[in-house]
Antibody, heavy 117, light 110 residues
Framework: QVQLVESGGGLVKPGGSLRVSCAAS????????MTWIRQAPGKGLQWVSS????????YYADSVKGRFTISRDNAKNSLYLQMNSLRAEDTALYYC??????????WGQGTMVTVSS | QSVLTQPPSVSAAPGQKVTISCSGS????????VSWYQQLPGAAPKLLIY???KRPSGIPDRFSGSKSGTSATLGITGLQTGDEADYYC???????????FGGGTKLTVL
């Protein structure tokens, strides 16, 4: 079945780095834009970044621009988010999601990133 | 502060109908498709409506979406206790070149 499974979350100190990953299965990964969306504890959804099918087009939220890098490996059916210069306000559950033209149709279960000293 | 504006909460009795509004601008809702998501407690969000008014396979027709100008609305009829959840609208913002969500609406079925 269509599935997205995130991994790589954890506890990191302010200023530190972390890479989260997303393994896709059950669909042709290279046919879809992919997106990262996060949700801080008790808060709403926040779009983080999206990447085109080939990786040639990338978008970032202003709050992460210059610090986060999205990438994908179509041969491995995997999506990544490299997070540098992490701040306390980056603490959130990070969801990997499949993008369709008019929305996000498949969501993973999320991986928790906690930034704290 | 979210780019899209939703009421923080709505409530209605079982069997009744409720609507949830989502207000934006010409750079987002006015010129892009709107989607709606349901997030049950402790679960990942689920797509309810895409392309303003289309339902994915498996979503009952009790859920409907509409858009007019720079606002969108989610309608839920025949409310059930299992519909208690947070609901979010989302779209693309062409000026920001970024995805945007509403702040979310908590639905209580009394």
């Amino acid at each position: 079945q269509v599935q997205l499974v995130e991994s790589g979350g954890g506890l990191v100190k302010p200023g530190g780095s972390l890479r989260v990953s997303c393994a896709a299965s059950g669909f042709t990964f290279s046919d879809y834009y992919m997106t990262w969306i996060r949700q801080a504890p008790g808060k709403g959804l926040q779009w983080v970044s999206s990447i085109s099918t080939s990786g040639s087009t990338i978008y970032y939220a202003d709050s992460v621009k210059g610090r986060f890098t999205i990438s994908r490996d179509n041969a491995k059916n995997s999506l990544y988010l490299q997070m540098n210069s992490l701040r306390a306000e980056d603490t959130a559950l990070y969801y990997c999601a499949r993008q369709i033209a008019g929305g996000v149709d498949i969501w993973g279960q999320g991986t928790m990133v906690t930034v704290s000293s | 502060q979210s780019v899209l504006t939703q009421p923080p909460s709505v409530s209605a009795a079982p069997g009744q109908k409720v609507t949830i509004s989502c207000s934006g601008s010409s750079s987002n809702i006015g010129n892009n498709y709107v989607s709606w998501y349901q997030q049950l407690p402790g679960a990942a969000p689920k797509l309810l409506i895409y392309d303003n008014n289309k339902r994915p396979s498996g979503i009952p027709d009790r859920f409907s979406g509409s858009k007019s100008g720079t606002s969108a609305t989610l309608g839920i009829t025949g409310l059930q206790t299992g519909d208690e959840a947070d609901y979010y609208c989302g779209t693309w913002d062409s000026s920001l070149s970024a995805g945007v969500f509403g702040g979310g609406t908590k639905l209580t079925v009394l």
